[in-house]
């Protein structure tokens, strides 16, 4: 039965006639064209082995498949159109099909048609692997057409990534038609109001001039000039409105740890202001009944000192607004005794005061406080006339006239706009510069310059309104900042951080190109509109022009808008009344927490947002597939995980694109959101998270964020992740999880637990899309007719993407684990031979004085080219302390001068025969010798190896055994004169001489080498000689002789010194010989793999050689390169500790084999590295073996060139081992 079996299963790789291959190459194409997925592979398989057709023919049919939907799509293009409505069309695909299946025969029956059969040699024809042609050419030409194959597919996948997925958003910019006209009139120029630039020298910054910046909490673009762009590193002090005094008249503190810890880490001094707005509005009242009450004052300024004393600030900043004239002298005894409390502690006091206001007693209040700093902006405020923030004649009449010295001024200007409605007495809407720039490019106007006042504008109207927008820029500030410089300050602020024009930066760090820089405006700061986690860019950002002109003094007399910039232009969905909610994961699919998450989901009637990466949904595209048809919505979340920010575009593409094709090929839809990795916040605070937004947005896809942060990643308990929920639901709708990316059992166990909360608290789940009114369609919609065309070829490149990746993981995690094994059973029969090796010998030694067993040995020596060594290897074995024993020497056709050295040296020796023949092989040789040998045992030696004295007897003695045929000698290196031959050295006795002694306790050695052995020469004749079909004459034999029921041992004490390679290529010579050779014989002796006959060779020894020698030999380079790559994925630490357990495990094992052997440890520091390079050295070898076995390459004996080195240790022999 076993036999049936086997014949069925070997007869599908078997190669049978052209026609048959053609037909299973027919058949597999059909199967593949059917739509039964991945079920072809298996009916492949099943119809193989009822028809008796080659597998590898049927398989190659169902990948070759993968071209139909090209001819399909062709014939449709090339005339059928005409017939059909489209190319999905039943009947299209019923003739389509029929015809590509009888091109594919027809293909078939010409691809594998018979060669000429090739007429090889006799002696050729014999050996193990020949081949008249038919296997080769039949290999060949199916990896033609796999290479083929694979070079469509890929080239077609390549073209999918190219091309442009095509990602319709779900989002439309929902602005109307803008209602706002241009005017384009400019406003009348006056002669009197012209700049009065004549006597005004406009300086050169002062070198001991301070910069101060405002910071306002209610705006992020403060953070964002602050953090992202940097300009903590351009400014001396940070003024934050963090103090304000209630309708209680008591301090209110609204401190931001963040941007507190960012300026003292930059060394930047903070002075924090105290205001009076309260609400929505400035409170008058509160400062009118503060200044009336002594106790009250007291009690804010004890309060304010404490808190600027303990927070280790440097000081305080006073600005109220809508101080009565009538309160001026309480003010400014307000302001003494603040100042006279602050400056105790050395803490500095600057009074923001605006000009030209009869509040202010502007010459005392200098004289108490440290600096006064002067608001030179609000010409025209928002509740007044139209007109310019700042003007240049303005900011220069305020300067000359203002009481307060040079060295007390610190000169705040404007940053910012306002937009008026001309004629109307509402109040103004102000407007930072980005946006006004934003309304200049969105509605095509026209931003002018007024040299009037040096300050720019526009115009524009809306309905029946008009408006006028007056605003301040780097150009004006260029020529405020110079009269500044001209009448002197000590400091110069600028209202406020996050409303400037950029360029003000290069003028503030006195850039002598600051005019030539003002040309180009950028605006990085994005503009959000709206209110949600879900972002749509609707404008991307972009950079405006400018031109300016110079007049005398190079004061800038005018400025041309010839372009505005815009910025990022974002605007948010999502926020909703309602109590909805939508979880959502991050980084899966992973195969052990994604399906516990969606079973939770399942069970609780849930559906969830999942942002795939495409790395993890090629290994589990199954769990892709169920994402989709479990009703939940799957966004982008990149292929590999990159920061989108940090990378070029067009890897950007790559990343988005790959990810995006692997969706669609596995689930017929389009993904249209996505999570940028490392991005999740609402409201994007870094350039590159911008930058990775923005390049979202240019594929096309809706970014969807967060305002829920669990920090699961970081795998804090469960009970935290659910309480970090809770706390934060007032925040936003969408909570950030993961199922995948490390361990996520904590996420696990806490999602049941948040489900059951929220709904316990009146929460509906929902998508994240779902949010936003879209329905689960439009989130996903179904791919485009155009892009079907991919979907076979994607789908098959990631498949088999995926097999190899999954296959190499579990090579990596079985072939370390099976090394645990192997390891641990060679040590531990390693010891048991130890302990039944002392038992033998005292056995052995007793029956050969009882018995008197002392046979005639001879000793064969085969020899090609040996006169280096020859003569050093026949005195070596004349000095044995046995006898009876003759030397023959068969002298194989040399061509050197090996024989005439020998009879030098021997002659008149009868113990020493020399039979000479023309070249013939070594195992010719070594067949010769052994019939001309008269001694009952047979000692067959290498030319090059020298034996101790006592190695015959030791090797003799176990013959005693009828049941003996052969017995091992323990073979060492004997000329280790370099790293290689070290290297050997370990691998002697580590691999080689362990290995026998475990299987010489199991009678299954499948190896006696020819280095030195000994026979039973009746047992040798039994079994046919050495045979001429394999390289591995040895191993060959050696296996005949167990399969014959024979007893191998192995000899521990008997020394044998042979002459290992001393260079790469001589070993790499050597091992392609062993290695072919051992892989003729297991090829050879397949039957008796697993057979019952010979347990231990069966079910041990053989299996033991296919999978360590050859399964995980050509397999290590490739696990070497995966656990190297490993290093950098979230297996690292696992891999690691594996890697270096194993490892250790090898070193104690090598220690242990050394110890066996009684020899010095000293070489095993070189075991890791001699480990690694030996596995790719092995790894080349067998894969070159596997090649001549394929193509039949004659490999012939590739006699390594003997130095003559080997070294004969005369204290070995005498060593106690075992």
């Known amino acids: 039965m076993r036999r049936k079996i086997a014949n069925v299963i070997f007869s599908v790789f078997f190669l049978g006639s052209y026609r048959r291959r053609a037909v299973g190459g027919t058949l597999g194409v059909l199967l593949g064209i059917l739509p039964i997925g991945h079920s072809a592979w298996i009916a492949g398989l099943v119809l193989s082995l009822i028809f008796r057709l080659n597998l590898l023919v049927v398989y190659v049919g169902i990948c070759l498949s993968l071209l139909y939907s090209l001819f399909v799509v062709a014939a449709y293009r090339l005339g059928l159109d005409r017939f059909f409505s489209s190319p999905d069309d039943v009947a299209l695909h019923i003739i389509t099909g029929t015809l590509f299946l009888l091109l594919c025969y027809l293909a078939f029956r010409l691809i594998y048609r018979d060669v000429h059969i090739r007429n090889l040699p006799n002696d050729r ?18 990896s033609l057409i796999l290479g083929i194959l694979s070079l469509v597919s890929l080239t077609v996948f390549g073209i999918s990534l190219y091309d442009h997925p095509i990602v319709t958003p779900f989002l439309k910019d929902s602005t109307s038609e803008s209602p706002i006209q241009p005017v384009r009139q400019k406003l009348d120029p006056s002669e009197k109001q012209k700049p009065q630039f004549d006597g005004v020298a406009g300086q050169e910054n002062q070198k001991d001039i301070k910069t101060y910046a405002y910071y306002v909490p209610w705006d992020s673009k403060g953070w964002f000039d602050l953090n992202t762009l940097g300009h903590i590193k351009d400014i001396d002090v940070l003024i934050p409105e963090w103090y304000s005094i209630n309708s209680d008249l008591e301090l209110d503190i609204k401190q931001d740890n963040t941007v507190d810890q960012l300026a003292k880490k930059h060394h930047v001094e903070i002075i924090p202001r105290l205001n009076n707005f309260a609400g929505e509005d400035w409170d008058g009242s509160a400062i009118r009944r503060m200044l009336a009450s002594p106790q009250k004052q007291n009690a804010l300024i004890r309060q304010l000192h404490q808190d600027v004393k303990k927070q280790g600030y440097a000081g305080i900043n006073i600005y109220f607004e809508k101080v009565r004239a ?129 300050n720019p504008y526009l115009r524009y109207k809306k309905g029946n309104n008009e408006h006028i927008v007056w605003f301040l820029d780097a150009p004006a500030f260029f020529n405020q900042l110079r009269v500044v410089h001209q009448y002197g300050a000590k400091g110069i602020a600028f209202w406020r951080l996050g ?30 509109e709206g209110q949600g986690e879900i ?56 195969s052990t927490y994604t399906p516990q998450i969606l079973d939770i989901l399942k069970a609780h009637n849930v559906k969830a947002s999942f942002y795939i990466t495409g790395k993890n949904g090629v290994l589990n595209h199954d769990l892709v597939e169920r994402l989709y048809k479990e009703g939940h919505e799957v966004g982008n979340h990149t292929y590999s995980h990159p920061h989108l920010g940090q990378i070029h575009p067009i890897l950007v593409q790559l990343q988005l694109h790959s990810t995006q094709r692997l969706f669609q090929a596995f689930t017929d839809h389009t993904m249209t959101t996505f999570r940028p990795p490392y991005q999740v916040e609402s409201e994007p605070q870094t350039l590159d998270e911008i930058r990775a937004m923005e390049r979202g947005r240019l594929n096309n896809y809706t ?31 969408i909570v950030l999880l993961h199922d995948s990316g490390g361990d996520r059992s904590a996420t696990v166990k806490a999602l049941p637990v948040i489900i059951e909360k929220l709904k316990a608290e009146g929460y509906q789940f929902v998508t994240a899309s779902e949010l936003t009114g879209k329905t689960r369609d439009q989130i996903m919609p179904p791919i485009q007719p155009e892009e079907k065309i991919y979907m076979p070829f994607v789908k098959a490149v990631y498949t088999v993407w995926g097999l190899i990746q999954h ?43 009882l018995l008197h067993f002392n046979p005639m040995v001879s000793v064969v020596i085969a020899a090609y080219n040996e006169e280096k060594v020859i003569n050093k290897t026949i005195h070596s074995v004349l000095e044995s302390r046995y006898a009876p024993l003759e030397v023959i020497i068969v002298n194989d056709g040399s061509t050197d001068e090996t024989e005439a050295v020998i009879k030098k040296e021997f002659a008149g020796n009868p113990q020493v025969r020399v039979i000479t023949q023309p070249n013939s092989g070594k195992t010719a040789a070594i067949n010769r010798g052994y019939r001309f040998a008269e001694g009952e045992i047979i000692v067959s030696i290498d030319a090059d190896t020298l034996i101790a004295k006592n190695t015959i007897p030791l090797l003799v003695r176990h ?20 790293l290689i031959t070290l290297w050997q050295h370990v691998e002697y006795i580590t691999g080689f001489n362990l290995e026998r002694r475990a299987f010489d306790d199991l009678n299954c050695i499948p190896v006696v080498p020819g280095a030195i052995g000994a026979w039973r020469k009746k047992a040798v004749e039994e079994v046919g000689y050495f045979k001429h079909d394999t390289l591995a004459e040895d191993t060959d034999i050696t296996i005949t002789l167990l399969r014959h029921g024979y007893k191998v041992e192995f000899e521990v004490l008997a020394l044998a010194y042979t002459e290992a390679p001393e260079d790469l290529k001589s070993l790499i010579k050597q091992r392609t010989r062993w290695i072919y ?29 296919w999978i360590f020698q050859y399964g995980v030999q050509t397999f290590s380079l490739f696990v070497d390169l995966l656990c190297i790559l490993s290093l950098f994925t979230e297996h690292a630490l696992t891999t690691m500790m594996f890697y270096a357990a194993f490892l250790l495990f090898d070193l104690m094992a090598a220690y242990f084999a050394f110890q066996l052997e009684k020899e010095s440890p000293k070489p095993l520091i070189w075991l890791f590295i001699q480990r690694f390079v030996y596995r790719q050295l092995m790894s080349y070898v067998v894969l070159r073996s596997f090649f001549f076995a394929f193509k039949e390459v004659s490999v012939g004996w590739n006699k390594v060139i003997r130095n003559g080195h080997v070294q004969l240790d005369k204290a070995t022999p005498v060593k106690k081992m075992g």
């Not at 502007?362 to 139209?386: N, Q």
């Not at 004649?393 to 705040?412: C, D, F, Q, T, Y």
């Not at 031109?547 to 808008?561: A, F, K, L, P, T």
């Not at 910025?567 to 909703?576: E, H, N, S």
Request: aromatic share 12%.
């Open 807 to 849: 296959s190499f993981t579990f090579l990596i995690y079985t072939g370390i684990g099976i090394g645990f094994v192997r390891v641990a059973f060679l040590m531990y029969f390693s010891f048991r031979q130890r302990i039944k090796f002392k038992r033998r010998v005292q056995w052995l030694n007793r029956g050969a004085e």
């Open 959 to 978: 013959f005693q055994d009828e049941r003996v045929a052969a017995v091992s000698g323990n073979v060492k290196v004997g000329n280790i004169t370099n």
């Open 326 to 454: 009538q309160d001026k002298k309480r003010l400014t005894q307000f302001m003494k005794e603040l100042s006279s409390v602050f400056h105790r502690d050395g803490l500095k006091v600057i009074h923001s005061v605006p000009v030209h206001n009869p509040a202010y007693d502007y010459k005392t209040l200098s004289e108490y406080a440290d600096y006064l700093d002067i608001m030179l902006y609000e010409e025209h405020d928002e509740e007044g006339e139209p007109g310019p923030i700042a003007s240049f004649n303005w900011v220069k009449e305020s300067l000359e006239n203002l009481p307060v010295p040079a060295s007390k001024r610190i000169i705040s200007l404007g940053t910012y706009g306002y937009d008026w409605i001309v004629g109307s007495s509402s109040s103004a809407e102000p407007l930072t510069f980005n946006q006004v720039m934003m309304l200049s490019d969105r509605h095509d106007l026209n931003v002018e310059w007024d040299q009037a006042s040096s």
């Open 535 to 590: 972002l749509y860019v609707t404008e991307r950002s972009k950079a405006g022009s400018r031109s300016i002109m110079q007049g005398s003094g190079n004061w800038i007399e005018h400025v041309d808008y010839q372009s505005p910039s815009a910025p990022l232009q974002v605007r948010r969905y999502g926020k909703v009344g309602e109590k909805k909610i939508a979880l959502t994961f991050d980084d899966g699919p992973d």
């Open 125 to 142: 024809k014999m050996f193990v692997f020949h081949d008249r042609g038919k296997r080769w050419t039949f290999l060949k030409r199916t």
């Open 499 to 528: 409303s400037e024009d950029k360029a003000i930066w290069d003028l503030l760090d006195g850039d002598k190109n600051a005019v030539s820089k003002m040309l180009q405006v950028s605006n990085p700061i994005p503009e959000y």
């Open 703 to 733: 970014m969807i964020s967060k305002n829920i942060e669990t920090f699961d990643w970081q795998n804090p308990p469960s009970s935290q992740i659910t309480d970090r929920v809770m706390k934060q639901l007032n925040l936003g709708h």
């Open 1077 to 1105: 050779g051992t892989l003729q014989c297991l090829w050879k002796h397949r039957g008796a793999l697993f057979s019952r006959k010979q347990k231990a060779l069966g079910f041990i020894s053989l299996p033991n050689m």
